[in-house]
């Protein structure tokens, strides 16, 4: 029972690199959706894809890009790494209204 | 003004005691979500309401959708019951079919044995 699996679970970059944080649920979901958590700040969404083959920005894009590969994985890529982006990242899924599935996390810190 | 706000942000309790945590929106909803986050980070979601109450095991969750409130209540509170426990909701403007949440801040809950 994996349910939303997110890799990797740390990471420690330099301004400027670029990295890719991935994300696969093997609960046949249509949605997924990306999340940063900040101290004192709810979830804020990212990016979404409310199925396959389709991607929206949702509330805070800017510095970030996203592929839906496939209806199990969800990338999110940071193309170069801003101090502003060390948060923690989680990755969702559902289907259609019910509640989300949520993955464990990945905690990015950016010097 | 968030859309969503919680209260308390704090709260610290004793084994045992009644406890009560308030989620006040102020767009029309479709559904409001209750979810908890143990220290390891890890997000479970409690209830999903769109009206009355809910209720499993020691929690409780109320709506009250003409008073866009929501509260979350946790009966013989327990250390284990030490979380932040967060509260979203669905819009239901736009008519979208994917389940797009606004988050509250979350509550921190401290349960002393």
């Known amino acids: 029972n994996a349910g939303v699996t997110q890799t990797p679970k740390f990471q420690v970059l330099k301004t400027g690199q670029s990295m890719t944080l991935q994300c696969a649920q093997d609960?046949?979901?249509?949605?997924m959706y990306w999340y940063r958590q900040d101290p004192g700040m709810g979830l804020r969404l990212i990016y979404y894809?409310?199925?396959?083959?389709?991607?929206d920005k949702g509330e805070v894009p800017n510095g970030y890009n996203v592929s839906r590969l496939n209806k199990r994985e969800f990338s999110l890529r940071l193309e170069s790494a801003a101090p502003s982006q060390t948060s923690v990242y989680f990755c969702?899924?559902?289907?259609?209204?019910?509640?989300?599935?949520f993955g464990d996390g990945t905690r990015l810190s950016i010097l | 003004k968030n859309e969503v706000e919680q209260s308390p942000q704090n709260l610290t309790a004793q084994e045992g005691e009644f406890i009560t945590i308030n989620c006040s929106y102020s767009?029309?909803?479709?559904?409001l979500h209750w979810l908890q986050q143990h220290p390891g980070g890890g997000i479970v979601s409690l209830f999903m309401?769109?009206?009355g109450k809910k209720k499993h095991g020691r929690l409780i969750a109320t709506i009250n959708i003409q008073e866009k409130h929501s509260s979350l209540h946790i009966t013989a509170s327990h250390p284990r019951d030490s979380a932040v426990y967060i509260c979203?909701?669905?819009?239901?403007?736009?008519?979208?079919?994917?389940?797009?949440?606004?988050f509250g801040q979350g509550t921190i809950l401290t349960v002393h044995p």
């Open positions: 969702a899924s559902s289907e259609g209204l019910r509640p989300q599935h």
């Open positions: 609960m046949n979901h249509n949605s």
């Open positions: 894809s409310a199925s396959e083959g389709t991607t």
């Open positions: 767009v029309g909803i479709s559904a």
């Open positions: 309401l769109s009206s």
């Open positions: 979203a909701v669905r819009s239901n403007a736009g008519g979208t079919s994917y389940g797009k949440l606004t």
